[in-house]
């Protein structure tokens, strides 16, 4: 009877960790996300630094692989939905930055801190809302590992008009 309680707890142990492999770039596909070459930074700085096992990601404005971006204030210029996808965006540009510095996604163990400002009105008080088109992308693609602790804030302007800046905060395997 022990032998089968054992073989049962190592079948049981090892099917939960073939569970937990999930190939990060097959999961970008599946969603139909496309990662670019990361754009140069806009001024004197590096978009991501790396200290021990995180990675600190400069904010990130929504951008393209063309280097557009998504312009305009929220609840002005863009609907509260429009804000939401500029913010999925700048999730594709800053995974791209990410995937150039380590590049392999698979390394992620966790999304830990996300700082997210969006461009809007000062009547607009949805910016977490806005901020769920980022957060439900990262648990869309990473699962668990995508859940993050984050901080979601309005600002009356963004560097070239941009829609949403995002920073944030990933912890990567060795």
């Given at each position: ?11 049981t142990?090892?099917s ?7 190939d ?10 496309e ?6 930074p806009?001024a004197?700085?590096?978009k ?23 312009t ?18 700048v ?7 990410l ?40 648990v ?22 941009i ?5 944030m ?6």
């Open positions: 009877m022990k032998k089968i309680a054992v073989i049962l707890m190592t079948l142990l090892g939960t960790v073939f569970a937990q492999k999930i990060f770039d097959k999961k970008l596909k599946d969603l139909g996300v990662l670019y070459a990361p754009t140069k806009m004197n700085y590096v991501a630094v790396r200290t021990g096992n995180l990675i600190f990601l400069a904010g990130h404005g929504p951008t393209f692989a063309d280097n557009t971006n998504i305009g204030k929220v609840g002005k210029d863009l609907t509260l939905e429009q804000g939401a996808q500029a913010a999925r965006q999730g594709i540009a800053l995974l791209s930055t995937k150039g510095e380590i590049g392999d996604l698979n390394k992620v163990k966790r999304v830990v801190k996300v700082l997210g400002m969006v461009n809007c009105t000062e009547n607009f008080y949805d910016q977490p809302k806005v901020m769920n088109g980022f957060s439900d992308m990262m869309a693609i990473f699962g668990e590992k995508g859940k993050h602790a984050r901080s979601a804030v309005g600002m009356y302007a963004l560097p070239q008009n829609a949403v800046e995002i920073e905060i990933v912890e990567v395997e060795d």
